[in-house]
């Protein structure tokens, strides 16, 4: 089995029609230069980028159609060692390094892929369920009424 290697941070960047997708702010315009100050030199730039990754691209555990292609940046910019600078999180928290808090920040996406997966699967499996009831309740009643008249052709 082979497996295909992620996209580059620029080739998410460069191939990805943001205009036509959305985040919980409309569209997501504003999402790609967003992602490149998550690299910035300048640490309110990064802390800002960050908050755009937690309040409008992921906001309150929502998925958003531009959440797919800024988790893949920011999983392709793990390594960059920028992300070793310190990012500002709450008021009054010391400044941490901002790859914890994109992989805080993946850890939360993926969680709420986990959930919607689930919550689908629960569907799925509750409407084959009631397929199956439906079924096995008029099943066997259709053939014991049609199959004498099948058995005595």
Request: charged share 20%; glycine share 6%; net charge neutral.
């Amino acid at each position: 089995m082979n497996l295909t290697p992620p996209p580059g941070p620029a080739t998410v960047l460069a191939e990805t029609d943001w205009a036509a997708l959305e985040h919980a702010l409309g569209t997501a315009e504003d999402t790609p230069a967003q992602l490149v100050a998550l690299l910035d030199a300048d640490q309110q730039v990064r802390s800002r980028a960050l908050d755009h990754l937690h309040h409008v691209v992921h906001h309150q555990n929502t998925l958003y159609v531009a959440t797919v292609p800024a988790a893949l940046y920011v999983a392709a910019i793990l390594l960059d060692p920028r992300t070793a600078l310190p990012v500002d999180k709450r008021s009054g928290d010391f400044p941490g390094p901002m790859r914890a808090e994109l992989l805080g920040w993946l850890g939360s996406v993926t969680d709420a892929a986990g959930d919607q997966a689930g919550a689908v699967m629960r569907r799925v499996d509750d409407s084959d369920n009631a397929a199956r009831c439906r079924a096995r309740r008029s099943g066997p009643a259709k053939i014991r009424r049609t199959g004498p008249s099948v058995l005595s052709r």
